[in-house]
């Protein structure tokens, strides 16, 4: 296989965050900055127990997708819940089964720690991203994603 997954290290943070840029610059409610972004992902790096990122590593050693996954209490569950962000593939790399790759990587974690259910936000525009997800079994839900403060 071309692309094998990894857990992400500090060395990975400049591409992690060009990676981020690209997914950025999709979603409407988001825009890229490099600083917040490698922030972001260091705080995730330097909390295991509630985090993990991981990577795809082509054979020439470079970074061709991330996923990441952060865990919560979900009350409705009675147990942990994983929230799963920053999927992104190089657009080279896409249609191969990396995506599915990383986020059944996040998903095993997630299981492994004690997660029952994994959830996410989608933009409502992004209709390759929403049947990808289909693809691996994910569903719509009735919530309506509401934020307040932030960049
Ligand atoms: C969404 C994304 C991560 C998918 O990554 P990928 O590596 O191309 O996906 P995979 O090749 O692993 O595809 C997994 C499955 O989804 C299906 N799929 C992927 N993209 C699809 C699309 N645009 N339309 C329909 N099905 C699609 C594949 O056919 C595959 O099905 P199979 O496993 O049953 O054969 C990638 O397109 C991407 O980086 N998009 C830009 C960033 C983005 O939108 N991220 C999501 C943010 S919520």
Redesign the pocket.
């Known amino acids: 296989m071309n692309v094998s997954i990894r857990s992400a290290i500090e060395g990975d943070l400049d591409s992690l965050v060009a990676l981020l840029g690209?997914?950025f610059a999709?979603?409407a409610d988001f825009r890229p900055d490099p600083a917040r972004q490698r922030h972001g992902l260091a705080l995730m790096l330097a909390d295991p127990e509630r985090s993990r990122v991981v990577v795809a590593n082509r054979r020439d050693g470079l970074v061709v997708?991330m996923a990441t996954g952060q865990l919560v209490v979900s009350t409705a569950e009675g147990a942990l819940s994983a929230v799963v962000e920053d999927?992104?593939?190089e657009r080279s790399?896409?249609?191969?089964?990396?995506?599915?790759?990383l986020v059944e990587a996040i998903e095993l974690w997630a299981r492994y720690r004690g997660a029952t259910r994994l959830q996410?936000l989608?933009?409502r525009e992004?209709a390759?991203?929403l049947?990808?997800y289909e693809?691996?079994g994910w569903r719509r839900t009735q919530l309506v994603a509401l934020r307040r403060g932030g960049a």
């Open positions: 690209v997914l999709i979603e997708g999927v992104v593939v790399e896409r249609g191969r089964g990396t995506g599915r790759r996410l989608a933009d992004n390759p991203a049947a990808f693809r691996l």
